[in-house]
């Protein structure tokens, strides 16, 4: 397995969980679990990325304003799952923060997948989209069992 294969099975659980969790309504138990889960994987995620994929990938001139660009979209959905964890599930606002939270998710991965995946693909070796993957398979192993 290499890094993109690694980051892009995590990608499509992110994507399962953000539809699920827009289909939830009120103050429900499925809405918790979906929440925390969601949570979960986005923040264990970008900690694990940020440092096995875009650490790397800041050190190349290539690829450096792009992560810089990624990363700080890991910024904004932290700010918004805050928003989230503020906010009553029953209130009708809530699905509105939901629904943004989607959208940006949606937004942030198709445009690693698509620019960011295709950009690093130049400036990584065989070797070290190998040994990337692991590590990040690792760290995402030791941050999802956080209490985010």
Same mark, same amino acid.
């Given at each position: ?6 980051? &892009?099975? /995590?990608? /499509?659980?992110?994507?399962?969980? %953000?539809? !699920? ?6 103050? $429900?138990?499925? &809405?918790?679990?979906?929440? !925390?889960?969601?949570?979960? @994987?986005?923040? %264990? +995620?970008?900690? %694990? =990325?940020? &440092? ?12 450096? @304003?792009?992560? #810089?660009?990624?990363?700080?979209? +890991?910024? =904004? ?7 989230? @964890?503020?906010?009553?599930? $029953?209130?009708?606002? *809530?699905?509105?923060? !939901?629904?943004?939270? +989607?959208? #940006? ?9 698509? @620019?960011?995946?295709?950009? %690093?693909?130049?400036?990584?070796? /065989?070797?070290?989209? $190998? ?12 941050? &999802? $069992?956080? /209490? *985010?």
């Amino acid at each position: 397995m290499n890094i993109f294969e690694a980051l &892009r099975a /995590d990608h /499509d659980k992110q994507r399962e969980l %953000a539809a !699920a969790l827009i289909k939830t309504q009120g103050d $429900s138990v499925e &809405r918790d679990k979906l929440f !925390a889960e969601l949570k979960t @994987e986005l923040k %264990a +995620h970008a900690a %694990a =990325e940020e &440092r096995c994929f875009y650490i790397p990938l800041m050190e190349d001139d290539f690829t450096q @304003e792009k992560s #810089r660009h990624s990363v700080a979209e +890991h910024h =904004e959905i932290d700010e918004m799952i805050e928003k989230l @964890e503020e906010t009553e599930y $029953s209130s009708p606002g *809530w699905l509105v923060e !939901a629904k943004n939270l +989607h959208h #940006r998710v949606h937004h942030h991965l198709k445009e690693e997948e698509h @620019e960011v995946f295709q950009m %690093a693909g130049k400036v990584l070796t /065989d070797t070290q989209k $190998s040994s990337l993957a692991t590590d990040y398979e690792q760290t995402m192993t030791e941050q &999802r $069992s956080k /209490d *985010w």
